[in-house]
């Protein structure tokens, strides 16, 4: 779902804002799980394109363009930017999220190896992808994928140790999430916590996409 | 008992392979294992030696194509239990290592080449690597020394410890501390849900920083002529600085200054914990004796944000053994 401040976060990003928008808009994002959510994939997505090398081309063909047009060829190659429209940031996000899952899980099952590779596994991921931006839909994900976790186990295809570490981190995560979220009953408008909350969401589907990627794919 | 043993030992009659292959530069390594240790060590010449340890029951499983020198046991026959092998393999330094296991701690020594480490349960160990390097595991800590590139590291169930490390870097866990000393990057992302964050290293003028765990500290150099904007976000912890801060701007739990031309941007977040801004070297210093200075520079740590009722402090639950 987009809002007035949807197009606005490159700009926010990119701190291309006047000290007015850039507060009103903060204040919205203090309010709004949607937005400081893409704003959280967003700066990962430039994070990440920052940290691609900006390789010069093999052959530069503008020396010899410069000179047929009488330009001076004195300039420098322009810095990268990574200002990309929102449209494509959200698409970016989607294929950070898929890239970066934060589990090894996913990254397994995608290979040809012990884990093997197993397209079962994508129904749920693309569930989770996008699925902690609202609650209903957040919710619906996470009982997805545990009841995808749960039949790993019982089909044994998850080890004991493995469902005893994931049971133990989602345990973890629960408790960020609900001291997230009782703290955000005292101060709803803060920005930290609303971003706070958002990551740890995310980070319990990520663990339990990789759970149930990993409960498809063992054999 | 003795007679499961002797029963045992006619079953998993141990064998071992030994070999070496000799490979181009360019070449790339591929090891998986589904249980067993995969340890890598390199030298100079352009071969690979492969030593594996296993049952009689199992057979490794050696091609060489044009891009990659691909090793696998395969069973036989028999449970999954029984298709441990445990590999020491040499190979050349430049080789790129792509190594992945179920049950299986992984080691690289003295890579100079691109690394890639998955395992499920088991620790990862890595003294080198340049180019790419991406160690992963479920259950198990994850070590890195010595590396040049891009680094991805990830884990669920463990620490995250990196050392002499340059280059950009990505790290996350649920459950463990993550340490990073010695670090020269321009753009870091480190994330723990439960665990302190330790960070010693470069904060380059343009630079991006970001540290966060939800129940832990978080502890971060600051060398001398830095230029950053530092932003800080504390639900229920101090701030604590051992050189004097100006805060700039402040917001209900959270706030931010600068130092110098403020080129870099540094986030540190803690939900339950206290963040701590330190030189570099001096990470462990005392709050109460190294003269730490809260942002009015009064030399008290203090709380950055109004008085806020305190949640019940967490108490993770104890991962049954």
Redesign the interface.
Known sequence: MKDQWTERLSDYLDEEMATPEREALEAHLAACVECSTTLLELR?VV?RA??LDDQPPATDLWPTIARRIGVETGRRRPVRRFTVSVPQLLAASIAVIIA?G????L??SR?A???GQQPAATSTAAVARVSWTSDTRYDAAIVQLQSALEDGRKSGRL?S??V???E??L???D??IA??R??LV??P?????NR?LA??MQ?KIQ?LR?AAA?ATA?T | MLTTVAVLATLFVSQQTDTQVAVRPGTRLDVTNVGGAIIVRTWTQNAVRVHAEHSDRMAIQIVLDAAALTIKGSSRRGPPQEQEVNYTITAPRWMALNLSGVHSDVEVEGSEAPVTVETVNGDVKCRGGTGYISLQSVSGSIGLQQAKGRVEVHTVSDGITLTDVSGDITGETVSGEVRLEGIESGNVDISTVSGEVVYDGTIRDGGHYRFSTHNGDVIIAIPDKTNATISVSTFNGDFASSFPVSVTETKRHRFSFTIGSGSARVELATFNGDIKLRRPGHLHGDDDHDGDHDQDGDHEPTRPTPPTPRPTPPTPPTLPR
Not at chain 1, 189 to 193: A, E, N, R, T, V
Request: glycine fraction near 10%; proline fraction near 2%; avoid cysteine.
């Open positions: 990962r994070g920052r940290a970066s934060g589990t090894v899980w990254a397994m290979r190896g012990p884990l080890d140790t493995t005893r570490v994931v133990h981190s345990a973890i995560i408790t960020a001291q997230a009782r703290a005292l101060d408008g803060s920005s930290y916590l706070h990551e740890t980070r663990l990789g990993l063992r």
